[in-house]
């Protein structure tokens, strides 16, 4: 089951926007590097872009949509 977008909605009016951007340590080929969100509906955009290949066999996607 896919993570409903709604609830990240909810969760983007509860942030103080006067805190700043959002700053997460993301892995790269060459380490770490800093994502940065200028608002938290960016991140939701690239929280629910976080997915499984169609290739996964189909046990193992529902693992990780229930993970």
């Given at each position: ?5 709604d609830c990240?909605e909810?969760?983007?009016d509860?942030r103080d926007p006067?805190l700043?951007?959002?700053v997460?340590s993301?892995p790269?080929?060459g380490?770490v ?12 955009d ?10 996964v ?8 949509e229930?993970?």
């Amino acid at each position: 089951m896919p993570l409903p977008s709604d609830c990240l909605e909810s969760i983007a009016d509860a942030r103080d926007p006067s805190l700043g951007p959002l700053v997460a340590s993301w892995p790269t080929p060459g380490g770490v590097s800093n994502v940065e969100f200028s608002t938290l509906a960016e991140w939701r955009d690239f929280v629910l872009g976080l997915g499984l290949r169609r290739a996964v066999a189909e046990i193992a996607a529902t693992k990780f949509e229930r993970a």
